[in-house]
């Protein structure tokens, strides 16, 4: 394997990576934040991602590179957990496996008892399930970008997600559940239906 | 986007961790950490020491260990991540053995037509999915590309008029609430100039061409370390065969305007030496144009999907890289659904400058 050469134009270089940095790192920090452990956990994360951007910045799309730099920072978030879990008897907790235990203060018992039902659903899913739910829900991904950082294609990404929704549906159901049965109105989410796949 | 799917989002925006955590005061100083990552050569070490110092603090042991896992984990992958379809025992194919003599002989950019001029047009297949069925459509676009050997250039980009897959995708489409799609973007026409700098001079995971090496053999090697190592950039891991990974990487390499035609020739031969690759036989692109075509099966992507090279044997200019869907995923309707996705090469040549009419070279 032969080593890499530095580019010509090292003062060009780090302006558009400074530039790209500034323009996505509020995102990438909210994913890892999402899915860390704690907010030290996931500024870790954001720096060996920026890390692995900087050393292969040929590698970055110029055009979108966001979904790249995810699908990085996911990369180093799965191997944070497992070392962590080979470095301790418990796991770092995928931060809904203990979404059941939401803020008993709320107003609406019942909107309480659809939360935990809910929370409850989506605990039981695996974690590719929840990541393909989230990447669109919390990160606010299309399906294309979506697919670039679970590495597969805009299609397949649009089976998983209908997969992944119908079980989560299912897993509601399990427990005697249905979606938008709280006295609290869920969703007037107007957002960007678009769920373009490839 | 049905309702059921809206109100399922919507929950589980509800419980984005992100609205309960907030914005704590005292965190990392983005600026801080940006001027620590630049200031490091791009090419050191990958984790430079005064740099890791810096950023671990109090914790570098406990990040050293991480460190470990993570290479540990790497090896894993790299051993484990051995996809399906592989097959022992290197072989070539006659047929790139043939194109490789007319690819030796491809012309190159001179001084006074030195934009390489690269025209694609690319059909690719959209699924909005809504409630448990799914709707699909084309929206093809044409790319026209002038790249000088420093990265300078212009890149134009058309989008084409989008089309149903079928009557049954627009009925879906018009139930679910017809929501904007392809017709916003039909006609639309982006232009990109390129500054020098990002030179096409190196591939993607920062290896020069002219690094590669000539001898088949040897770059058959190249190209399954590239696409075994999940350092490379190059799809390993991502569950793909060592063959399909290499169609892309090779086809990436194959389109490059600054390829020489000695490593073009050389590409094609080691292409052959890839375990797995296939001779397809004569086909036509979706361009209708007659070619013979090299591939692979994979049913990674979650339907079984040949991902094929098409060129033309004669010029060894690569006409189309193409993934044909053999089986409609179950999600989708198996009726008119289009199975074929490709990226025609249409025209190449040079060009004495970005936007002019360039010299075709077929």
Not at chain 2, 77 to 88: F, N, Q, R, T
Not at chain 2, 206 to 234: F, K, M, R
Request: net charge neutral; glycine share 8%.
């Amino acid at each position: 394997m032969r080593q890499r050469r530095d580019l010509p134009n090292r003062a060009d270089r780090q302006r558009s990576f400074e530039a790209l940095f500034r323009a996505t790192h509020s995102r990438v920090l909210a994913y890892a934040r999402r899915r860390a452990a704690s907010r030290e956990c996931a500024e870790e994360v954001v720096s060996e991602t920026y890390m692995v951007a900087w050393r292969r910045y040929e590698a970055v799309p110029g055009d979108e590179p966001l979904p790249w730099l995810l699908a990085t920072a996911r990369r180093v978030l799965s191997n944070q957990r497992r070392g962590a879990a080979r470095r301790a008897a418990g796991q770092i907790p995928y931060p809904l496996d203990g979404a059941a235990a939401v803020d008993p203060s709320t107003p609406h018992p019942e909107a309480l008892a659809e939360r935990q039902a809910f929370a409850a659903a989506f605990a039981a899913l695996d974690e590719r399930d929840r990541e393909t739910l989230t990447l669109i829900a919390w990160d606010g991904l299309t399906v294309t970008e979506a697919a670039v950082v679970m590495e597969c294609t805009g299609a397949a990404f649009s089976v998983r997600l209908h997969r992944a929704r119908r079980r989560l549906l299912a897993e509601l159901a399990r427990t005697g559940h249905r979606l938008g049965e709280a006295s609290e109105p869920v969703g007037n989410g107007a957002r960007d239906e678009r769920t373009e796949a490839r | 986007m049905n309702p059921r799917d809206s109100l399922l989002d919507e929950a589980l925006r509800r419980m984005d961790p992100l609205a309960e955590i907030g914005d704590a005061p005292g965190g990392q100083d983005p600026e801080e950490l940006l001027a620590l990552i630049v200031s490091t050569g791009p090419r050191q070490a990958r984790r430079p020491a005064p740099l890791a110092a810096r950023l671990w603090g109090p914790r570098g042991r406990r990040r050293l260990l991480a460190a470990a896992a993570l290479a540990g984990i790497l090896a894993i992958v790299a051993l484990a991540g051995k996809p399906e379809g592989d097959e022992e025992g290197a072989h070539t194919l006659p047929v790139l053995a043939r194109v490789a003599e007319a690819a030796a002989a491809q012309p190159t950019l001179g001084e006074d037509l030195p934009y390489l001029f690269l025209k694609t047009r690319t059909i690719g297949v959209s699924t909005a999915v809504t409630g448990g069925q799914a709707f699909s459509y084309s929206a093809p676009s044409i790319r026209e590309a002038w790249i000088a050997e420093d990265g300078s250039g212009l890149i134009r980009i058309h989008e084409q008029p989008g089309r149903w897959a079928s009557p049954k995708d627009r009925k879906l489409w018009e139930a679910s609430g017809a929501p904007t799609l392809f017709s916003a973007e039909s006609g639309k026409m982006t232009k990109v100039e390129l500054p020098p700098g990002r030179s096409p001079n190196f591939l993607p995971g920062g290896t020069p061409l002219s690094d590669l090496p000539l001898d088949p053999s040897e770059l058959a090697a190249w190209i399954e370390a590239q696409v075994t190592d999940p350092a490379a950039g190059a799809g390993a891991g991502n569950g793909f065969s060592v063959a399909v990974r290499s169609i892309a990487l090779v086809s990436e390499i194959l389109s490059n305007p600054l390829a020489s035609p000695e490593l073009r020739a050389a590409l094609f031969e080691a292409e052959g030496q890839i375990p797995g690759i296939r001779d397809l036989g004569e086909v036509r692109d979706q361009q209708g144009r007659r070619g013979v075509a090299v591939g692979a099966e994979s049913a990674n992507s979650g339907a079984p999907t040949v991902y094929s090279m098409i060129f033309d044997p004669k010029t060894s200019m690569v006409l189309a890289s193409q993934e044909e869907i053999l089986e409609a995923p179950s999600a989708l309707p198996d009726e008119g659904y289009p199975r074929t996705e490709s990226t025609l090469y249409l025209q190449v040549g040079a060009a004495s400058s970005p936007g002019a009419r360039p010299r075709l070279w077929h």
